[in-house]
């Protein structure tokens, strides 16, 4: 990668542990989303009115974080042995038999999608940014990338640096 300068460092992502959270999610949701719907059912067959909005909410916690498991658990598939390769005037970004290569002047805009909480970070949302090319490819990186924070803080920086 001449283009883009010297090679500065590598960042693999763990779909492993992208994976087993994303399962970990499935395991936890559904059987939450089973017993509101238990729940429900046996409300409405005793007669009982009251608590749907609670038994609701019970339900679609359980339905989305089993939802959020199961796209956790597609990209730990889709994106397995992605990699990011950072260079002095760019970076690589490489999964499967698919390789873009990124020069910072090809970023039309670098969005920080961080969020600091409990179950951002559980999910890989505890670091973000969405890289928009000029072409209007996109790409995510996310907490489950090795020193991600590095890699994002370079690829901000890198974007507000540039000519306009």
């Known amino acids: 990668m001449t283009e883009l300068g010297a090679y500065v460092e590598r960042f693999e992502t763990n779909s492993r542990s992208r994976a087993l959270r994303g399962v970990a999610a499935i395991l936890i949701?559904?059987?939450i989303a089973v017993v509101g719907v238990i729940f429900f059912v046996l409300g409405q067959k005793a007669g009982v009115s009251g608590g749907e909005l609670f038994?609701?909410?019970v339900v679609g916690c359980g339905l989305g974080l089993a939802l959020v498991g199961a796209w956790g658990c597609w990209h730990a598939i889709g994106k397995r042995d992605e990699t990011f390769t950072l260079y002095e005037r760019g970076f690589v970004h490489t999964w499967g038999k698919c390789?873009?290569?990124v020069p910072w002047?090809?970023?039309e805009v670098?969005?920080?999608h961080t969020r600091k909480n409990i179950v951002a970070k559980?999910?890989?949302?505890d670091v973000g940014c969405l890289v928009k090319l000029t072409d209007g490819r996109k790409i995510l990186i996310n907490g489950f990338t090795r020193n991600a924070a590095l890699l994002t803080r370079t690829i901000f920086e890198a974007v507000g640096r540039r000519p306009a």
């Open 105 to 107: 002047t090809a970023i």
């Open 99 to 101: 390789t873009t290569v």
């Open 29 to 31: 949701g559904a059987p």
């Open 110 to 112: 670098a969005i920080d």
């Open 55 to 57: 038994i609701g909410a």
């Open 122 to 125: 559980a999910l890989g949302g």
